[in-house]
């Protein structure tokens, strides 16, 4: 017991600490490529063959949010471990190459059974996918 709470006081000293830069992003966000834009959202680059079927791939994104958290409220680990796996699988497949690495993150943490990091990860995945941005305008100059 007492391991297991020194571990999470050490995470929990990371988390608090990982703000280094003074811009609010978690050490999640901090590996991630894509640019993000706070007032337009975050633009996905996708086939366009692919573009109809992202409305109904976000929406299942979000129902797997719901699931996480679920998964977290009762330390299913292994659930967590196995829906992370099945997204990092297929997110980049559609564009969403931050998700996949928010994904790959989680299931690490899944693995070695480190609910404050699912946490923090599950922080960094529902930014994301709220900030997704499907519409088809194009930026204009001027």
Do not use: W
């Not at 993000?36 to 791939?57: F, M, N």
């Not at 719901?66 to 997110?91: M, T």
């Not at 995945?125 to 930026?139: A, T, V």
Request: aromatic share 8%.
């Amino acid at each position: 017991m007492y391991k297991q709470e020194a571990e999470e006081l050490h995470y929990k000293n990371i988390l608090k600490h990982s703000d280094s830069r003074g811009d609010g992003t978690s050490m999640g966000e901090r590996n991630l490529k894509e640019p993000k834009s706070q007032e337009a959202g975050i633009r996905i680059d996708v086939d366009p063959g692919l573009r109809p079927l992202l409305p109904k791939y976000l929406e299942g994104r979000k129902k797997d949010l719901v699931r996480f958290k679920e998964a977290l409220a009762n330390k299913n680990f292994e659930f967590i471990r196995r829906l992370s796996h099945e997204i990092k699988g297929h997110g980049a497949s559609y564009g969403f190459i931050q998700l996949t690495q928010i994904c790959n993150q989680m299931e690490n943490a899944a693995v070695a059974q480190n609910a404050i990091l699912i946490g923090s990860f599950l922080g960094d995945y529902e930014k994301y996918i709220g900030q997704i941005d499907l519409s088809d305008k194009k930026e204009e100059n001027g």
